[in-house]
């Protein structure tokens, strides 16, 4: 009885897929057809399912990284600062002779000639772009170099003045400055400089990365864009080293990069890489491979969502186009020799998740278990009862 019971439930739960026993994941069958699901509406896709070969890598690689210069576009330097609104401005006059209007009146030791010059307060240029200066009423200093500025004023006070000579000197150019927050020493806003000042300046300027470089973005916004890109790609690349323009805000984040290793792996974790990223066969070597006893090579498997216009490269036809993120799953064949070329080229990227499924004998394995833990008994008590009779 016992002999025809084995085959028997064996064979049943081959053939049920032995959901019930334990596992780390689905297989490989099971990812393959949920891809698409049937519904009496018709077919649903849940995913795309993608085999990765050298026309896929291609693909992958034709997306173009995110670049503070393809974005910005500044590789020349800054133009000449200008005075704007809520700079602070001093000035300061001079006569040519005493007792005019800004110089103080002939004293009688010869070896004096008396004042003849005067500070005018410093002034904060109002929203409407102008300052006041005695005897010249409110001069348009907006939009204005500082020299540009002092010929005006001069102008204004011919003829009220003994031959006035200006200096115009802006102490606190706030509207020619810059702002840096996040993970730096100190974030303060930086005035920028008259010869320019480029991303790493203003970052040493505050005093430097309080992380590690290697854990670190920059995040640069300028009017309406916002770029992100990886500090070591900007200390690595001069050409990413840009130049800075008024009123820009940079923040540095850390952001350490991380994947998922799960399934047949000997070491299922979370493991982390740095910002410059790395490869599915460095990803796999940190995961410390496939087990040999359990993993599927046929059945390794990366999730990841996809911008919906790097899958209508992929998948021209896909019906899950019509959102902005798409859910892929790329499967890679390490039994092929080809393969592991394919995953030394194939970048990953921070919150993926990699997945290797149990081989099919490894199935089978746990059925013979499960089988043999449940028939030992039946075995061993048959056995007694043909002893005793």
């Given at each position: 009885m016992v002999r025809i019971a084995a085959p028997a439930a064996l064979l049943a739960c081959l053939a049920s897929g032995c959901s019930y026993l334990p596992a780390s994941g689905p297989t490989s069958r099971a990812i393959v057809d949920g891809a698409d699901v049937a519904t009496p509406q018709g077919v649903y896709a849940r995913y795309e399912l993608i085999d990765v070969d050298p026309a896929i890598i291609e693909a992958l690689r034709s997306r173009p990284l995110d670049s503070l210069l393809a974005a910005f576009g500044d590789y020349r330097n800054s133009a000449e600062p200008l005075i704007g609104v809520g700079d602070s401005v001093a000035i300061q006059v001079w006569e040519a002779g005493s007792g005019g209007l800004f110089s103080g009146p002939l004293v009688?030791?010869?070896?004096?000639?008396?004042?003849?010059?005067?500070?005018?307060?410093e002034q904060v240029v109002s929203r409407d772009g102008a300052i006041s200066v005695p005897y010249a009423g409110r001069i348009q200093v907006a939009g204005?170099?500082?020299?540009?500025?002092?010929?005006?004023?001069?102008?204004?006070?011919?003829?009220k003045a003994i031959q006035p000579q200006v200096l115009v000197t802006v102490s606190k150019p706030i509207s020619q400055s810059v702002t840096v927050t996040g993970e730096v020493t100190s974030g303060a806003r930086i005035p920028l400089s008259g010869k320019g000042d480029r991303l790493l300046d203003v970052i040493a300027s505050v005093g430097g990365v309080r992380g590690a470089v290697s854990e670190t973005y920059v995040r640069l916004s300028r009017g309406p864009t916002t770029v992100t890109v990886p500090m070591t790609a900007v200390v690595s690349n001069p050409r990413?080293?840009?130049?800075?323009?008024?009123?820009?805000?940079?923040?540095?984040?850390?952001?350490?990069?991380t994947f998922m290793a799960l399934g047949a792996l000997g070491n299922a974790t979370e493991l982390q890489f740095s910002a410059e990223g790395i490869t599915l066969a460095q990803g796999l070597a940190r995961a410390r491979g496939l087990s040999d006893v359990q993993a599927d090579a046929e059945g390794v498997f990366l999730y990841r969502f996809e911008p919906n216009t790097l899958v209508r490269?992929?998948?021209?036809?896909?019906?899950?186009?019509?959102?902005?993120?798409?859910?892929?799953?790329?499967?890679?064949?390490?039994?092929?020799?080809?393969?592991?070329?394919?995953?030394?080229?194939?970048?990953?990227?921070?919150?993926?998740?990699?997945?290797?499924?149990?081989?099919?004998?490894?199935?089978?394995?746990?059925?013979?278990?499960?089988?043999?833990?449940?028939?030992?008994?039946?075995?061993?008590?048959?056995?007694?009862?043909?002893?005793g009779r």
């Amino acid at each position: 009885m016992v002999r025809i019971a084995a085959p028997a439930a064996l064979l049943a739960c081959l053939a049920s897929g032995c959901s019930y026993l334990p596992a780390s994941g689905p297989t490989s069958r099971a990812i393959v057809d949920g891809a698409d699901v049937a519904t009496p509406q018709g077919v649903y896709a849940r995913y795309e399912l993608i085999d990765v070969d050298p026309a896929i890598i291609e693909a992958l690689r034709s997306r173009p990284l995110d670049s503070l210069l393809a974005a910005f576009g500044d590789y020349r330097n800054s133009a000449e600062p200008l005075i704007g609104v809520g700079d602070s401005v001093a000035i300061q006059v001079w006569e040519a002779g005493s007792g005019g209007l800004f110089s103080g009146p002939l004293v009688a030791d010869r070896f004096s000639a008396g004042s003849k010059s005067a500070q005018i307060p410093e002034q904060v240029v109002s929203r409407d772009g102008a300052i006041s200066v005695p005897y010249a009423g409110r001069i348009q200093v907006a939009g204005r170099r500082p020299q540009d500025v002092q010929v005006l004023i001069e102008n204004e006070l011919a003829g009220k003045a003994i031959q006035p000579q200006v200096l115009v000197t802006v102490s606190k150019p706030i509207s020619q400055s810059v702002t840096v927050t996040g993970e730096v020493t100190s974030g303060a806003r930086i005035p920028l400089s008259g010869k320019g000042d480029r991303l790493l300046d203003v970052i040493a300027s505050v005093g430097g990365v309080r992380g590690a470089v290697s854990e670190t973005y920059v995040r640069l916004s300028r009017g309406p864009t916002t770029v992100t890109v990886p500090m070591t790609a900007v200390v690595s690349n001069p050409r990413e080293n840009i130049f800075m323009r008024p009123n820009d805000v940079l923040t540095l984040v850390r952001d350490p990069q991380t994947f998922m290793a799960l399934g047949a792996l000997g070491n299922a974790t979370e493991l982390q890489f740095s910002a410059e990223g790395i490869t599915l066969a460095q990803g796999l070597a940190r995961a410390r491979g496939l087990s040999d006893v359990q993993a599927d090579a046929e059945g390794v498997f990366l999730y990841r969502f996809e911008p919906n216009t790097l899958v209508r490269r992929l998948r021209p036809g896909s019906p899950l186009l019509s959102t902005k993120l798409v859910p892929v799953v790329y499967r890679f064949n390490m039994r092929d020799p080809n393969g592991l070329f394919l995953a030394q080229a194939f970048r990953m990227r921070s919150r993926d998740v990699l997945y290797v499924s149990n081989a099919p004998f490894s199935e089978v394995q746990k059925v013979l278990s499960v089988f043999s833990t449940v028939a030992s008994p039946v075995t061993t008590a048959a056995s007694v009862y043909a002893v005793g009779r």
